[in-house]
């Protein structure tokens, strides 16, 4: 079954409203008589009647009015120089909050005066007003992101345990000790075999993140063993990389069940391409991590690991980390010096 877009009404259907309406036909008759759904005509009566009254004119007028409103919701932001200055910092260097964050803060601090949802923030950004602060944001994007389908193809992993048959328990969250890891690469131009591992757990979203020398699929495994130590960890995702045929190396090294997602399925490991995307902020594409030291690797770290995240109630990872029991290691408490 294609799900049907909604289509609004037109003013022919409004003035056919109105004459209906006029000779005392019930809701449910109007919607069958225009081939509507009768929650479509309620709303539409109840929204756009004037002083209790619905005409077809002014219903026309008012929905108008309502949807060019819609449009500049963004314009709370410009109109408002404390919430604009406010979001700017928080934006910016060197404390990297997202959309989500500023505005799950100021929903739970009522006492600054003014609050603002993340769509708001997101529209203001991508117009004209707040285009030069779009730079501020993991993407670095200045529009919305088209979706595309995903592709299908095979790709072949000795020993490889596909995603089905990992706990059900680290699907929905509910369980600590689950994570997923990933790599992000030097750029083709520089011609560096350098390259990033990340590692994040599902549940706290605690990152952690090494640099390697290559990605050969030995010096890759033994990053990711470095990365699982100290952690309580029951399980390891990640993706169809050839860095990873030597997966059967970590899981003798560290006793933890290494899961494969399905190719070209990245949203199945969500959570680390997403830590991708924020150490992305600090290392673009573009970066040749040979020139890049763990040193500033740590601190980025310790940024991302340290605010207040949107998905687990504004805490940071570091202390849900510690409230779950999953951080054995403290030393990621600690501020690391460049």
């Not at 109109?79 to 260097?93: C, G, Y």
């Not at 979203?205 to 033994?222: D, I, M, N, Q, W």
């Not at 500033?296 to 949107?310: V, Y």
């Amino acid at each position: 079954m294609t799900k049907k877009n909604y289509v609004g009404l037109s003013s022919a259907e409004r003035s056919e409203i109105q004459i209906l309406k006029n000779k005392g036909y019930s809701l449910r008759k109007i919607a069958d008589v225009l081939g509507r759904s009768p929650n479509t005509i309620s709303r539409e009566i109840k929204v756009n009647s004037v002083a209790g009254e619905y005409v077809a004119s002014k219903a026309k007028a008012k929905s108008r009015v309502s949807r060019r409103s819609r449009r500049y919701q963004w314009q709370k932001i410009e109109q408002n120089n404390e919430l604009r200055s406010f979001i700017i910092d928080k934006l910016s260097p060197p404390n990297h909050w997202s959309p989500h964050e500023i505005s799950g803060f100021l929903k739970r601090n009522p006492s600054l005066g003014f609050c603002v949802s993340s769509k708001q923030i997101y529209a203001w950004l991508y117009s004209s007003r707040g285009q030069r602060y779009c730079t501020y944001l993991y993407s670095q994007r200045y529009r919305p992101k088209k979706r595309r389908k995903n592709k299908t193809q095979r790709v072949m992993i000795p020993e490889r345990t596909g995603i089905e048959q990992r706990p059900l328990a680290a699907l929905d969250r509910c369980e600590s000790g689950h994570a997923e890891y990933d790599s992000v690469v030097s750029s083709k131009r520089s011609g560096s075999t350098a390259a990033l591992a990340v590692l994040q757990e599902r549940t706290t979203r605690l990152v952690r993140a090494k640099l390697v020398p290559s990605l050969k699929p030995g010096h890759y495994a033994e990053t990711i063993v470095e990365l699982a130590n100290n952690l309580q960890l029951r399980s390891l995702t990640t993706d169809n990389g050839i860095e990873n045929k030597k997966h059967t190396l970590t899981t003798q090294k560290t006793g933890i069940p290494v899961f494969f997602t399905d190719p070209y399925a990245s949203w199945q490991k969500g959570g680390v391409e997403h830590a991708n995307k924020m150490l992305r902020r600090y290392f673009p594409k573009g970066t040749n991590f040979s020139t890049v030291t763990q040193a500033e690797i740590d601190a980025a770290l310790w940024t991302i690991n340290n605010k207040p995240r949107q998905c687990l109630g504004f805490k940071s990872a570091v202390q849900c980390a510690v409230e779950k029991g999953l951080l054995l290691d403290p030393s990621v408490l600690l501020m690391p010096t460049i």
